[in-house]
């Protein structure tokens, strides 16, 4: 018997062995979800909505129980696991709202009802998710997703199989058909494999570049439909007329949520001169006050990371700035403690060579960096690999609101910081990603959009 640990990071301690689904369990579940999706695409969508509503209620009355969950098996504190399984639970509510509006054909034109465009399902949609965000990532395709008439088949990440699990659950509580959703318990080159099978239509992939990289490669091999969510280096930048006080407040939480392990935190603070002094200032203190520690803890704003390989990172990362001349102001770094605890670390005097800047920084570590005019801000904005997110501080409208569109990326927050909204299309440019997930946007990715003329 091959199992999956599932590792508590707060303690470093396995909490339980899961066993993985063998070959032929893995093809019987292909076969369910192409023989359901026949069924389930045919069902009213009203009858599908209800669904989404249960499910959405059932997250709601469990949030404790499943934020619990999370936290054990990822290390998220709990003040943000339980407000993620409500976030899903919203997001379930917006898609059951709206799906019926969003499947409805359209005349190709006004008046002219004889050519209509259609939306239909394609059929099995193959999963493959991250850690961190362990409901999130799964749930907010797999809303739409389903809303839509298709069905998903899940490979999480080998770090969260309870919750992979769980989730399945839930999907059978609500009274989703045996089939709509369902949860594989197999590794990443195993799952890879699946894309070539005739059963799986189209791939829904979030996480790295090189994993993303390989799934386009094998999609595009096979002829499947894809859409991925990848990594990002978001800047976050202070104009010389911005708010500091609310940058700074706005711009802690930015970088440090889920100890600083979110594709679309804010990773580069790009500051005018004017205000650097006096934003670093407020950004260190803020930083300090965070309290750190036990996860379950509701006063702990940060907890453990997810595993030792990810600190091993981080800490090439802040060693490669220091050695180039970056001042560790808030110094952070690895924890004397069990588990995977690291403090957050702030960096001022940080250049475009360091690392810092060049990879994404997927952990609790935020660099400072100081530019002498808006075009130089724009021009390190963009000078990144990633496309996901970008903020912009300033307190004139249509200052921020030319800068935001001169950014290359998915998504732009004006004095404000980026997150996934289910009314907004999510994803991102560059080697962030393609195509979008949320939103009508989101939802007809795994559509295939039919013409349909009538003579
Ligand atoms: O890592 C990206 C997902 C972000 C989810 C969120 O901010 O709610």
């Known amino acids: 018997m091959t199992t999956i640990s599932s590792i508590n990071p707060t303690t470093g301690k396995v909490i339980s062995e899961v066993e993985m689904h063998t070959d032929e369990q893995v093809s019987r579940m292909l076969k369910k979800s192409a023989e359901t999706f026949r069924e389930w695409k045919r069902t009213d969508v009203s009858e599908r909505n209800e669904l989404l509503k249960n499910f959405a209620e059932i997250l709601r009355k469990n949030k404790g129980k499943y934020g619990k969950l999370i936290t054990t098996e990822m290390g998220k504190v709990m003040k943000q696991a339980v407000p993620e399984v409500a976030k899903c639970a919203a997001m379930f509510d917006y898609f059951a709202d709206n799906a019926e509006k969003m499947l409805e054909p359209e005349p190709a034109e006004e008046g002219a009802c004889d050519q209509m465009i259609h939306y239909e399902p394609m059929g099995t949609v193959l999963a493959i998710k991250p850690w961190n965000f362990p409901f999130w990532q799964v749930l907010s395709a797999a809303a739409h997703v389903l809303a839509g008439g298709n069905v998903m088949l899940l490979k999480h990440s080998s770090y969260v199989p309870l919750c992979a699990l769980e989730i399945e659950n839930i999907f059978l509580e609500a009274g989703f058909p045996e ?114 520690g036990d996860p379950m803890d509701p006063e702990t704003d940060i907890g453990p990371m997810v595993r030792n390989e990810q600190m091993l990172v981080l800490e090439d990362q802040v060693k490669d700035a220091i050695s180039k001349g970056a001042q560790p102001l808030v110094p952070g770094g690895r924890m004397a403690s069990q588990g995977f605890m690291y403090s957050p670390t702030v960096l001022s005097g940080v250049t475009r060579d360091m690392k810092v800047m060049t990879e994404e920084t997927f952990g609790p570590v935020a660099p400072i960096i100081t530019v002498k005019t808006e075009e130089e801000a724009i021009e390190l904005a963009n000078d990144s690999e990633f496309g996901l997110g970008a903020s912009v501080w300033s307190q004139e409208r249509d200052r921020a609101m030319r800068v935001a569109s001169e950014l290359e990326t998915g998504m732009v927050g004006v004095n404000s910081f980026c997150t996934p909204q289910a009314c907004l299309p999510f994803g991102g440019v560059k080697k962030s990603g393609m195509g979008r997930e949320l939103s009508k946007h989101g939802f007809l990715e795994f559509m295939n959009i039919k013409s349909v ?3």
């Open 179 to 292: 089939g709509v959703f369902q949860t594989m318990i197999v590794d990443g080159k195993n799952a890879s494999s699946l894309i070539s099978r005739d059963e799986v239509k189209a791939v829904s992939f979030t996480g790295g570049y090189d994993a993303g990289q390989k799934v386009a490669e094998l999609a595009a091999h096979n002829m499947k439909k894809f859409v991925l969510e990848l990594g990002g280096s978001d800047p976050f930048i202070i104009l010389d007329d911005a708010n500091v006080d609310m940058a700074a407040k706005v711009g802690v939480p930015s970088r440090f949520i889920n100890t600083g392990q979110t594709c679309i935190a804010a990773k580069r603070f790009i500051v005018m001169e004017e205000l650097a002094e006096e934003f670093t200032e407020k950004f260190v203190e803020g930083t300090l006050n965070l309290q750190i």
């Open 453 to 455: 003329k009538i003579m």
